[in-house]
């Protein structure tokens, strides 16, 4: 039983590894705009005609900036932070990259890839240079997408007076378009966001966030170490490494001392290994990698290296001159042989220990900062414990199982669990380039493969190279082969658009499919199919919902059918939209009603779309210009509704007449449900 509780751990652990806008709005229309991030601008003079510009974010607690660098292919993805320099090239040349300050990388299970941004605080600045004549102002666009429960679509008009050596951040377009700046008599007083010029460094990001960053990459890897442990490379070495220093030690009381000096030397060559690391690559500069295409190939191919290694296939071992050579050193005695021999289990074990040292090594180092030390520190304390808890308590070695060919069955468990990881990094590589090679489907199938045959190992139907003969399996094995065969069942439904909620964030998200609708889907037939057909304008969305993604559109039809309105203020970088999607929508009695009772109008407030130029216009409510598909909507719903958020849902008749409140992210589904049937009920 103790060998079934070590690998269903070991199995449980694998699987433990996401507005503002200066508007001209009353306050009582105030009321759900929302607003979380307060802005200042610097001018910094670096040398002769060059200037560094920078613009610093205060952000309310729980909200999120999206860094430039976060991904976005293909409109996947949250939106990137963005500035346009108006007339760069012309008045002025930009030295270099725009810079930011540090950033929060979190995973997205919605993307199936790392979000990076901003938390509490941001800066970004960009180097400029003016050509000659010089001119008086810099005018800029900022974009960004600012996130918590909801998302905003933020836009800002932002000049750099470089004259007055101070920034403006203007409301209305129109007014931003003619400025050309103002004598220094004419500057109010009274702007709060402008003249506040910073030159302090880069802003450091939320403590409290990194802390927990850091506790999770410890704990993860403490239980690493604890499968390492039970590998045939470092269990045997308990005993026989206690025994060795209870009995050449002159009393008790020494060998207990020594087996300590032991683990501590453990801890430390491992931590050693870690600051290098750091220290070779830089505390952030492996920050990106996670979303990096060779990366992820690289890793890849790694994975499946130390897997078939695992497997048996051959063994990954350091130079025998290196073990050698530390065991010779090991013989010295006291603190420095001690130490030696720390170094010498480190390098005899390397064939087991390296494939998840190394795979602790990169995850942690693409989080940044000291990610890669507390790593190794987690993995080294959890090798490092037994041998000191042993030498205390010697009576214990009585209870640990003896050698033999269960160590190797973990060793193949493990090689199991790292070619399934692995088609994660060749996942991630596929979503990055968008090349839809290696969809959903095909991501699931291989893994059913990978713990289909991991079960019939487990059931001792397949033999691998240092498997022994026995003919009978333990009770142990047999529990963890029913328990992978169960999971392997499970993923089966998943090839049918399942969503698998168990292992939600391994495989490629559901939109990322060659069905996107389910397998079996047709328009008016088959075992997953919509009852009639599409009107003109709308689009099918997954599960057989029918929206339209034109406000007028979607009201004629409404009309024509005589069914209620439910507006779906939406964006294709809205995260929490797309849990509402997965997780509310796809509930029986919401669905159906989606289905069969309402007309839905889905609004994009991030359609890139240009509007026809004589269809644009400057905002008599924001003041922001009207220029694209996806500002008209997010316009119309701050002017209308009084509200700048999504997901934000409206219900309403055909006189445009509101059947009950509007809400927003509302993630409890029997509340949705509620909501949605009472505003229905109002209808009827």
């Known amino acids: 039983m103790k060998k079934l509780f070590l690998l269903i751990c070991l199995l449980g652990t694998v699987f433990t590894s996401s507005a503002q806008g200066l508007t001209t709005l009353s306050e009582e229309e105030k009321i759900q705009i929302k607003n979380p991030v307060t802005w200042e601008g610097a001018i910094k003079n670096v040398e002769g005609d060059t200037y560094e ?134 500057i109010s007083q009274d702007n709060k966001n402008s003249d506040k010029v910073d030159n302090s460094d880069v802003l450091e990001s939320e403590k409290e966030s990194k802390n927990k960053g850091l506790w999770s990459i410890f704990f993860i890897a403490f239980f690493s170490g604890f499968a390492a442990l039970l590998t045939p490379c470092v269990f045997p070495m308990i005993p026989l490494t206690v025994s060795f220093f209870t009995k050449q030690s002159k009393n008790r009381s020494a060998g207990i001392k020594n087996a300590i000096l032991y683990g501590i030397f453990i801890i430390i060559i491992y931590v050693l290994l870690g600051s290098v690391i750091t220290g070779v690559f830089g505390a952030d500069a492996l920050n990106a990698l996670s979303t990096n295409v060779w990366f992820n190939v690289i890793f890849f191919l790694l994975l499946i290296v130390f897997a078939v290694s695992f497997l048996g296939a051959f063994e990954i071992t350091l130079p025998q001159s290196w073990a050698n050579k530390v065991d010779s050193q090991a013989n010295r005695g006291g603190i420095v042989g001690i130490f030696f021999m720390a170094l010498a289990l480190a390098i005899v074990s390397f064939s087991c220990t390296g494939p998840i040292v190394g795979t602790l090594l990169v995850e942690s180092a693409s989080k940044g900062g000291i990610a890669p030390i507390v790593g190794m520190l987690g993995f080294s304390l959890a090798i490092a414990l037994p041998f000191a808890l042993f030498a205390m308590f010697p009576g214990w070695m009585n209870s640990l199982p003896k050698s033999g060919g269960w160590l190797n069955t973990v060793k193949v468990f493990l090689g199991f669990l790292e070619l399934a990881l692995a088609f994660k990094f060749l996942s991630n590589a596929d979503l990055v380039l968008q090349l839809h090679w290696f969809e959903r489907e095909i991501f699931l199938a291989i893994w059913i493969a990978v713990f289909g045959t991991l079960a019939l190992y487990m059931f001792g139907k397949i033999k691998l190279p240092h498997d022994g003969n026995e003919d009978r399996i333990s009770v142990g094995r047999l529990g963890i082969g029913l328990v992978v065969l169960t999971f392997t069942i499970y993923l089966i439904p998943g090839l049918w658009g399942a969503p698998l909620k168990l292992i939600s964030g391994f495989p490629p998200p559901m939109h990322y499919s060659e069905s996107p609708y389910g397998v079996g889907f047709t328009k008016t037939g088959g075992s997953n199919s919509v009852d009639s057909e599409i009107p003109d304008g709308a689009k099918l969305l997954p599960n057989g919902i029918v929206a339209f993604d034109d406000y007028f559109e979607g009201i004629e039809y409404a009309k024509k059918v005589k069914k209620p309105v439910l507006i779906d203020f939406t964006g294709h970088a809205c995260v929490n939209c797309r849990k509402m999607e997965d997780n509310v929508w796809v509930s029986p009695k919401v669905l159906k009603m989606l289905q069969k009772d309402v007309v839905l109008i889905s609004l994009y407030v991030d359609d890139k779309r240009d509007l026809p130029e004589d269809e644009q216009y400057t905002s008599d409510v924001t003041g922001k210009r009207i220029r694209s598909i996806g500002n008209k909507w997010s316009d119309f719903q701050i002017s209308r509704y009084k509200a700048n958020a999504q997901p934000y849902y409206v219900l309403m008749d055909l006189d445009e007449n509101n059947l009950i409140d509007p809400v927003g992210y509302t993630p409890d589904i029997e509340e949705y449900t509620k909501w949605l049937k009472t505003g229905i009920s109002s209808y009827k």
């Open 53 to 186: 510009l920078s613009l610093s974010a205060e952000i309310e607690k729980d909200w999120h900036i999206y860094s430039q660098h976060t991904p976005n292919e293909d409109g996947m993805g949250p939106i990137p932070f963005y500035i346009e320099f108006k007339k760069a090239g012309e008045e002025f040349a930009l030295e270099g990259v725009l810079e930011e300050s540090e950033t929060h990388r979190e995973y997205s299970e919605t993307w199936g890839f790392d979000e990076i941004f901003f938390k509490d605080h941001g800066k970004v600045w960009q180097i400029v240079k003016l050509n000659s004549p010089a001119p008086k102002v810099i005018k800029t666009i900022l974009y960004y997408q600012v996130c918590k429960e909801v998302c905003l679509n933020e836009e800002y008009y932002v000049v750099f007076d470089i004259a007055n050596n101070r920034v403006k951040f203007i409301d209305n377009y129109d007014d931003f378009e003619s400025y050309t700046g103002e004598t220094k008599e004419a």
